[in-house]
């Protein structure tokens, strides 16, 4: 499990007054690409959920976690919610962020701010009635005319009976924080569930299928279709050193090619900046072996959808 001193922070002090413990769940949904995985890593303060500017890049529920004072938040990444193409692969994603609606204390939806579409409109439809929810208006850097933010709130105010409408950006840290703040008074009062230093509840295995992902996705043009997908063959310990073989599955040959680049050179690359931030994130050496395989179909394939890890 990664902890904290892992990751390079200095530990937590844990609360250690009359034991007044609160933990609570806080779900993160949206469409697709809003800045829900951002949100996350800025949130807990240390990057745990893959981030691109391709859609469709997290295609789990992951959970990160931030313990401050006597608070325990457990944060929950999810997919961003499909409306397109109703393959396997979608059907599952979308599955992910229903189950992760369940059980929480409070849900941060999050859409561009002065946007909102169909999508975003049938995201606001799955949220549980009761369940208090915020809404999170992202990439207020990107909304060049202010003056449209007003009436779009107010707007927004017709649409749900949201507790917060909270304008900001998850790369701005003091908005963060503050919306820290904000979702701290929905926290129960109850003991934490996880240790105050750790991060999430991911495997480093998991999250090193995650993170050569991420420099796949970031590293290829968008010729190459969101169908592409990673698995860990092995993954081994020696001592301080980790042995990892991967595998990239997409749906063509001609896929192939464009992962694998001129004379090696791209895959070369996904290998060298994954095995990068692996090491700096686990604290240990990394080799990182990555084979391509074809698999066509794959994403529409129930079964094969599953045996790739998904829901
Ligand atoms: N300008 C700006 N860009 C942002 C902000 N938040 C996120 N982004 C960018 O938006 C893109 C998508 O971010 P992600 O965090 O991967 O979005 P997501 O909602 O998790 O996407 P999926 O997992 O595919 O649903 C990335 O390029 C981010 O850098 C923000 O506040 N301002
Ligand atoms: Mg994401």
Known sequence: MLTQALAGRPPVTAASDAGLQRCGLVAIVG???VGKSTLLNALVGQKISITSRKAQT?????????TQGVNQYVFVDTPGFQTRHGNALNRSLNKTVMGALHEVDLV???VEAGRFNLADAQVLSLLPQGLPAVLVANKIDQLHRRG??????????QRHDFAQFVPMSAKNAKDVDRLLEICSPYLPEQP???????LTDRSERFLAAEIVREKLFRLTGDELPYTSTVLIDRYEEEGELRRIAATIVVERDSHKG????EKGEKLKRIGTEARQ???ALTGHKVFLEIWVKVRSGWADDEARVRSFGYE
């Open 258 to 261: 464009m992962v694998i680049g």
């Open 58 to 66: 997290t295609r789990h529920r992951i959970t990160g976690l931030r």
């Open 277 to 279: 931030e692996l090491e």
């Open 148 to 157: 449209e933010l007003a009436p779009w709130l107010r707007d927004m105010q």
């Open 31 to 33: 469409k697709p690409n």
């Open 108 to 110: 941060l939806l999050v």
């Open 192 to 198: 934490w569930i996880y240790g105050a230093d750790e």
